[in-house]
């Protein structure tokens, strides 16, 4: 069984990358020749996905022409959040009003997406598909080129913790249900909320990548990850 339907989460501010995201938003930055957001797309449609969600905010046009202007082979509908920021929650839950009742992978394009996550994409679906959990994609802080991160998880048996010290990063990647987020009373409201009830009834869980792990959260980290001549 394959996932048809993602959602990737675009309508990020990127304050802290400025000065490139003056005039670019950030899904857009490039990263050797690819944008961000592009990277993101296309590993969702090297799956198999044949219809995504993107919500959009900051500089929304410019992304809005990017994705016009690439003509990708499946449906790419904008979820327009330029009138209100709805934090990743809310986000996800007005871009996959159209997803039904269909489990669907949900991506940060912060992450340097490339083919070697492919395999672990798969892994992940395989997984979801055992009990119809929630599930996200975790990697050791160890692997992470930014050695800021103090961990956000623990992963003990593919279930996840929320402790004093985790060892655990989400790399932003994660196949949910549109039934854990319907409940929220709030039209803006964070991912951390629904995982924290989840991880209350033990129904969340997790599977670890073994991918070194590139995320561009700052100007500096972005140099950094430059700077290091990344292979895809």
Known sequence: MNIKHGMIL??????R???LTLKTPKPLIEINNLTLLERAINLLISHGV???SINVHYL???IQSFINQKKFKIKITISNEEDLLLDTGGGVLKGTQNFGDNPFFVVNPDTIWSKHYLKE??????FYFKDNKPTLLLVNKKLSVDHNFKGDFNLNNNEISKDNENDFIFTGLQIINRSVLIAEKSEAFSMNIVWNKLIKKKNL???ESKQKFYHINTFEMYKKIVNLNIID
């Open 10 to 15: 675009a309508a990020g501010l990127g304050k």
């Open 60 to 62: 929304a046009t410019k």
């Open 50 to 52: 044949r219809e995504i």
């Open 121 to 126: 994409l798969k892994n992940l679906e395989t």
């Open 205 to 207: 869980k997790g599977l």
């Open 17 to 19: 990358m400025q000065p």
